[in-house]
């Protein structure tokens, strides 16, 4: 057991590179337990006065309020530490600590840690620098050096080995430092890459052995695991228990195997659920399969189209590797897109601009107009695309354009009609939101609860309807109990929702922060020539509440960006196109900000210009 511990010491970034010495005496002095899957390691308001370093496994850390609510505190990951500092108080913390898999941590009395750094002068600057590393990252986003992150790459075919083989080119390019084990002789044709099998002659390298190798990989930062996934189950959970991701690489064709694969695996019972995520290998296909199974079998999935489709299909459906790569590296770019009726088409600019520029969006949320061209770019359709579809599916028939206010009229006929469900689904079919090649969550309003209701799963097309549904123009929709109508009278730029589904970087879009002071040729101490219409009065109505309403959801994005369109009636769609061109200048001549933003988080993956 102690040359266990000792092995495992040597990989946490709190102990890598301390002396023979010090780890035995951190050994002798400290006490391994183990924990399984959702046992409470520690309970909310209990004194704290150890410090506990991860050894196996991950914890979540929750904060308890006094009502007994819970919100998210932090993970703590293979490597990490929890109550170097709380510790030397010794007093209750409002922080319950429990085990998301099976997890071994190695406790220390406080005192007794702190005796050791001062025996140790080595291990005394060790913690010093990974716990200041910690709270760089914490408070400025920037990415510390850390123990090597144990990476599975699994396999159900053969033909998936290529686009892993992508992915370590990429993650190899940006400087990382691999070191790969595999089942299989092929070896990464990467220089400076060292590779051991995990077969000696008949029989499988044991544990032991796997952790001594990791150790004659000092220089390693990312360790990787390549698996064919026809392994048997108890060789998979022996391999599972080293890794704290695994990628599991599926043909879009093969996920009934896939899912009784990790069913034989034992997914949700083992705790492994949070660490484990598809990579679909989209092949003649532009979503991925309609599996509620994996639901309960994985925490995320990515769309990895190989070969990349042609138009009209774009980079969102070709980026879905490089979004893997974002989420390895820590990296989680969300675009939230406001309401805006009409005007709300300069979104797909913007997006069109972050394209170009090479930065990949990682997540959308939209509200309103916002989830409309946000679900559109979301399953893949190139933005000039969709402006070019707006612009037709949305002009006002010879009748309507003959008619005073006729576009006005024409959105309400459409909305009486019912007209918009046939015009989406011409393309997104019946796909769902969790089948599209970029997460994308839209916003809604239950009239029941007076709430508001965040889609991320389920019929794309009938997301969209929920969330542009405005009163006035349409009745409630009422669907699961719920009467649901336009998101934009409670969240109308959804940033707040991007946070809280764990994106480290939100660009806000708002299409209503700039408002003319002209309402149907009514200005300010002028005569007022004629009445508003009812549509008008509607949607100027709205457009003055999203007004109103920016500061809300938008508080946490990074940046904002505000097309000018104010210049566009509410109800202009045919106009599309160029709204779409004001969103694409407004988006480039953000981009130098946001490449200095992003540079301080992952200064590899975004190098400064030039």
Same mark, same amino acid.
């Given at each position: 057991?102690?040359?266990?511990?000792?092995?495992?010491?040597?990989?946490?970034?709190?102990?890598?590179?301390?002396?023979?010495?010090?780890?035995?005496?951190?050994?002798?002095?400290?006490?391994?337990?183990?924990?399984?899957?959702?046992?409470?390691?520690?309970?909310?308001?209990?004194?704290?006065?150890?410090?506990?370093?991860?050894?196996?496994?991950?914890?979540?850390?929750?904060?308890?309020?006094?009502?007994?609510?819970?919100?998210?505190?932090?993970?703590?990951?293979?490597?990490?530490?929890?109550?170097?500092?709380?510790?030397?108080?010794?007093?209750?913390?409002?922080?319950?600590?429990?085990?998301?898999?099976?997890?071994?941590?190695?406790?220390?009395?406080?005192?007794?840690?702190?005796?050791?750094?001062?025996?140790?002068?080595?291990?005394?600057?060790?913690?010093?620098?990974?716990?200041?590393?910690?709270?760089?990252?914490?408070?400025?986003?920037?990415?510390?050096?850390?123990?090597?992150?144990?990476?599975?790459?699994?396999?159900?075919?053969?033909?998936?080995?290529?686009?892993?083989?992508?992915?370590?080119?990429?993650?190899?390019?940006?400087?990382?430092?691999?070191?790969?084990?595999?089942?299989?002789?092929?070896?990464?044709?990467?220089?400076?890459?060292?590779?051991?099998?995990?077969?000696?002659?008949?029989?499988?390298?044991?544990?032991?052995?796997?952790?001594?190798?990791?150790?004659?990989?000092?220089?390693?930062?990312?360790?990787?695991?390549?698996?064919?996934?026809?392994?048997?189950?108890?060789?998979?959970?022996?391999?599972?228990?080293?890794?704290?991701?695994?990628?599991?690489?599926?043909?879009?064709?093969?996920?009934?195997?896939?899912?009784?694969?990790?069913?034989?695996?034992?997914?949700?019972?083992?705790?492994?659920?949070?660490?484990?995520?598809?990579?679909?290998?989209?092949?003649?296909?532009?979503?991925?399969?309609?599996?509620?199974?994996?639901?309960?079998?994985?925490?995320?999935?990515?769309?990895?189209?190989?070969?990349?489709?042609?138009?009209?299909?774009?980079?969102?459906?070709?980026?879905?590797?490089?979004?893997?790569?974002?989420?390895?590296?820590? @990296? +989680?770019? &969300?675009? =939230? /897109?406001?309401? #805006?009726?009409?005007?709300?088409?300069?979104?797909?600019? *913007? $997006?069109? !601009?972050?394209?170009?520029?090479?930065?990949?969006?990682?997540?959308?949320?939209?509200?309103?107009?916002?989830?409309?061209?946000?679900?559109?770019?979301?399953?893949?359709?190139?933005?000039?695309?969709?402006?070019?579809?707006?612009?037709?599916?949305?002009?006002?028939?010879?009748?309507?354009?003959?008619?005073?206010?006729?576009?006005?009229?024409?959105?309400?006929?459409?909305?009486?009609?019912?007209?918009?469900?046939?015009?989406?689904?011409?393309?997104?079919?019946?796909?769902?939101?969790?089948?599209?090649?970029?997460?994308?969550?839209?916003?809604?309003?239950?009239?029941?609860?007076?709430?508001?209701?965040?889609?991320?799963?389920?019929?794309?097309?009938?997301?969209?309807?929920?969330?542009?549904?405005?009163?006035?123009?349409?009745?409630?929709? @009422? +669907?699961? &109990?719920? =009467? /649901?109508?336009? #998101?934009?009278?409670?969240?109308?730029?959804?940033?707040? *929702? $991007?946070? !809280?589904?764990?994106?480290?970087?939100?660009?806000?879009?708002?299409?209503?922060?700039?408002?003319?002071?002209?309402?149907?040729?009514?200005?300010?101490?002028?005569?007022?020539?004629?009445?508003?219409?009812?549509?008008?009065?509607?949607?100027?109505?709205?457009?003055?509440?999203?007004?109103?309403?920016?500061?809300?959801?938008?508080?946490?994005?990074?940046?904002?960006?505000?097309?000018?369109?104010?210049?566009?009636?509410?109800?202009?769609?045919?106009?599309?196109?160029?709204?779409?061109?004001?969103?694409?200048?407004?988006?480039?001549?953000?981009?130098?900000?946001?490449?200095?933003?992003?540079?301080?988080?992952?200064?590899?993956?975004?190098?400064?210009?030039?």
């Amino acid at each position: 057991m102690t040359d266990d511990v000792m092995s495992l010491l040597k990989v946490n970034e709190y102990f890598r590179g301390a002396s023979d010495e010090a780890l035995r005496q951190v050994v002798a002095a400290g006490r391994v337990t183990q924990h399984p899957a959702g046992e409470v390691v520690h309970e909310a308001n209990a004194p704290l006065a150890t410090v506990g370093f991860v050894l196996r496994g991950r914890l979540k850390a929750v904060r308890v309020d006094t009502r007994g609510g819970e919100s998210l505190f932090r993970m703590i990951d293979r490597g990490e530490q929890f109550g170097m500092m709380v510790g030397a108080l010794a007093e209750p913390v409002p922080i319950r600590i429990v085990a998301l898999e099976p997890t071994m941590v190695l406790e220390l009395d406080y005192d007794e840690a702190m005796d050791l750094t001062f025996r140790h002068p080595d291990l005394r600057r060790l913690w010093l620098s990974t716990f200041a590393g910690s709270l760089r990252k914490h408070f400025f986003g920037a990415t510390q050096k850390r123990a090597p992150m144990v990476l599975g790459l699994i396999h159900e075919s053969a033909a998936t080995r290529r686009v892993a083989g992508r992915l370590l080119d990429r993650l190899h390019g940006l400087g990382e430092k691999l070191a790969v084990f595999g089942d299989s002789d092929d070896r990464p044709n990467l220089p400076d890459v060292p590779f051991r099998s995990l077969r000696v002659g008949d029989r499988d390298l044991e544990p032991e052995e796997i952790r001594r190798q990791v150790t004659e990989w000092p220089d390693a930062n990312r360790i990787i695991f390549d698996l064919s996934a026809d392994m048997p189950a108890e060789r998979a959970a022996r391999l599972l228990q080293f890794v704290d991701r695994a990628v599991y690489f599926v043909p879009a064709a093969a996920g009934e195997a896939a899912v009784r694969r990790l069913q034989s695996f034992d997914v949700p019972a083992r705790g492994w659920r949070d660490k484990i995520n598809v990579a679909w290998v989209l092949d003649g296909t532009n979503v991925a399969p309609d599996m509620p199974a994996f639901q309960n079998l994985v925490a995320r999935d990515f769309k990895i189209a190989d070969p990349p489709p042609g138009p009209p299909f774009g980079p969102s459906l070709a980026a879905g590797l490089e979004r893997l790569v974002h989420d390895l590296r820590g @990296v +989680r770019i &969300g675009v =939230a /897109l406001g309401g #805006g009726a009409a005007r709300g088409m300069s979104h797909l600019g *913007v $997006l069109k !601009a972050l394209e170009d520029q090479g930065i990949v969006v990682d997540m959308i949320a939209g509200t309103s107009a916002g989830a409309m061209t946000g679900v559109m770019y979301a399953s893949g359709l190139e933005p000039d695309y969709n402006a070019h579809r707006f612009a037709t599916d949305l002009r006002p028939s010879w009748l309507f354009r003959r008619l005073p206010q006729g576009g006005n009229w024409y959105l309400l006929y459409k909305y009486r009609r019912g007209h918009f469900d046939p015009m989406l689904r011409k393309y997104l079919h019946d796909w769902r939101l969790e089948q599209l090649a970029v997460p994308c969550l839209t916003v809604t309003v239950d009239l029941v609860s007076g709430t508001s209701v965040v889609r991320d799963r389920g019929d794309a097309v009938h997301a969209i309807l929920e969330s542009i549904n405005l009163p006035v123009l349409s009745v409630p929709i @009422v +669907r699961d &109990g719920r =009467a /649901l109508i336009d #998101g934009g009278l409670v969240n109308n730029i959804p940033a707040d *929702v $991007l946070v !809280a589904r764990g994106c480290n970087f939100v660009i806000a879009v708002s299409v209503s922060a700039k408002m003319e002071k002209e309402f149907c040729q009514i200005t300010p101490g002028a005569a007022s020539p004629k009445k508003p219409g009812v549509v008008q009065t509607l949607l100027r109505s709205l457009l003055v509440q999203n007004h109103s309403l920016n500061a809300f959801g938008v508080q946490p994005a990074d940046l904002m960006i505000a097309p000018d369109v104010t210049r566009y009636d509410m109800a202009a769609f045919t106009k599309a196109e160029e709204m779409a061109a004001i969103g694409r200048t407004a988006g480039l001549d953000s981009v130098p900000k946001i490449r200095t933003l992003l540079n301080r988080l992952d200064p590899q993956l975004f190098p400064p210009a030039g």
